[in-house]
């Protein structure tokens, strides 16, 4: 018996997908371009009065007073969208794509991919303190599945399109390419094969050179550190602790203020205005706490901001971020992450040897970034994206790794998880190769099988095999060295359910009354193996040399399906003595 086995599951299906992948990264791109247009339209609509698409930033309104009034608008504005629109708008953006990816199996509406952009814009335009990523990862994601829907492409299919489109927007908002297909990877996709990582790395890398036609091409934060001396490891070591607790402070903040928002005596509708209260009194006391902020995190990354007003401006922005998130509204995480990330940096540093205060604004915005979103390849890659720096690579990389084994060992759950959590859906976020995938049919297969003859008697076949002390549940039938069907226990006991043997007609054969079944082969995998008995609702697949001979080569049951995670259990929970050594 010969088969051949591959590295990868793949078949002419990629191909296609990846076809579809490269014009999901050119429509992404032109998303990213119209929710940045909104954005700048709605903020110079709500803060300056004009119709322009000029970039304006709203520290710089002159309403007094009344820029309280304006982020509680939008908030008004968005929950009326929310509440008759979609629902699917509320929130960050990610969790809603990480819901649809695993429980939706990646359908998204119409509705979302159209009221998701409109409605962040009119949030961040009226002063919201989020950033467009969030937002365009759930319309990149929208826009690819229904492009999937459309084109009748399986669930599997369509949420490697989705997370194309989602990571493509963020591409081309970012500039950051490879730290997207990280993202995927890390948070949206929950595994690593060529049908769904090829897709999302050609998303992005169309959106990466189609993205210098819309924006700028420079990094969107440029930079350039100093090399750290070696005493920088030290300082890693407590800048990475501080960046986990104080990811870890605004995660339970943040859901806190959620908590209280659900215990209003009024609808879900009006918490967004709620939310757009505390935002414009923060807006009145720090402006430039107001809005994206990305002027604001390259002032810091640059040292350009004082420690006390950057003290002042932080708790702000971090005060009106944790309100307006909490109450529901449309927007986005990672750039009230960095600016958070990198102010913590710049606080810490003066007490921070061994690099300048520059490299130290920077690891802590990657390390807050790592430890909130629980993906520290991403932060560590999106870092040197928004930068260019190379330098920093280092200090970043150890920064961050403490970042996130502390928001391991310190909470359950992260900001992406727990709001999926709460509505009862708990996600598992450790990645390995299935054991059933590494192991082939040929690998866990009985060889030695027992069989009846189609000919045979059918009152014999039960007397033999199906009596009190029956080995099998079910057994293959062969007719001429050919697999030809299959005679369960289940079958047996209806014929008998009556009338016993006795009501049998007299010559009934076992190829009367056997099932027609589907049959593996030794090349497939043992995950294979499984989905095809979970479908037929089968405790036993017949196996044959190939599917044009159809002679049987052994026989695949659930017991044998377990050995492939009996034996990676052993791995994990045996401890070893070092081979020669006995105890004392």
Known sequence: MHFEKRDYAVDGRLVLLSAIALGIGAISTVAADVLLKLIRFFTNLFFYQTLSLADASPAHNALGAWVIVVPVLGGLIVGLMAR???????????????????????????????????????????????????????????????????????????????????????????????????????????????????????????AG??????????????????????????????????????????THALYRTEDLFSKLPVHWMWWPAIGGLAVGIGGWLEPRALGVGYDVI?????????????????????????????????????????????????????????????????????????????APLTAIVFAFGLTHDSQALLPVLLTVAVAYGFSVLTMKRGIMTEKIARRGLH???????????????????????????????????????????????????????????????????????????????????VADVMAQVRVLTPDQTARAAAGTMAELSMARLPVVEHGDSMRLAGIVSLRDLLRPSRNVFHEETHRERLRGVRAA
């Open 84 to 206: 008759y629109g979609s629902d699917k708008i509320r929130g960050h953006g990610i969790p809603e794509a990480i819901e649809a990816v695993l429980f939706a199996k990646s359908r998204m509406s119409a509705k979302v991919a159209v009221l998701k952009p409109l409605s962040s814009g009119i949030v961040i335009g009226s002063g919201g303190p989020f950033g467009a990523e969030g937002p365009i990862i759930m319309t990149g994601g929208s826009i690819a599945s229904l492009l999937a829907q459309y084109l009748h492409l399986t669930a599997a299919e369509r949420k490697a399109l989705l997370v194309a489109g989602a990571c493509a927007g963020m591409t081309a908002i970012f500039g950051t390419p490879v730290a997207a297909v990280l993202l995927a990877v890390e948070l949206l996709l929950f595994e690593l094969r060529p049908r769904s990582l090829l897709p999302v790395a050609l998303a992005c890398a169309v």
């Open 209 to 250: 050179f189609l993205r210098p036609m819309l924006f700028d091409a420079a990094p969107l934060f440029p930079l350039q550190t100093a090399p750290a001396g070696t005493i920088a490891l030290g300082s890693c070591l407590v800048a990475g602790l501080l960046c986990g607790l104080l990811g870890m402070v605004l």
């Open 298 to 374: 390259g002032d810091l990354l640059n040292n350009r901001i004082a420690i006390g007003v950057a003290a002042a401006l932080l708790v702000a922005k971090a005060m009106m971020w944790i309100a307006a998130l909490g109450s529901g509204t449309s927007g986005g995480v990672l750039a009230p992450l960095l600016m958070l990330g990198a102010g913590l940096g710049v606080a810490l540093a003066p007490w921070l040897p061994g690099g300048s205060p520059e490299l130290w604004a920077l690891v802590c915005m990657a390390g807050v970034l790592g430890s909130v979103l629980g």
């Open 427 to 509: 996600i598992y976020r450790e990645y390995g190769v299935d054991p059933l995938e590494r192991a082939h049919v040929a690998d866990v297969m009985t060889r030695d099988v027992v069989t009846l003859d189609a000919a045979t008697p059918l009152a014999d076949a039960i007397a033999t095999h199906f009596g009190e002390h029956a080995t099998h549940r079910a057994y293959p039938v062969i007719a001429d060295g050919r697999v030809v069907g299959m005679l369960e226990r289940s079958a047996v006991r209806g014929l008998l359910a009556t009338d016993g043997l006795g009501g049998i007609p007299t010559g009934t054969r």
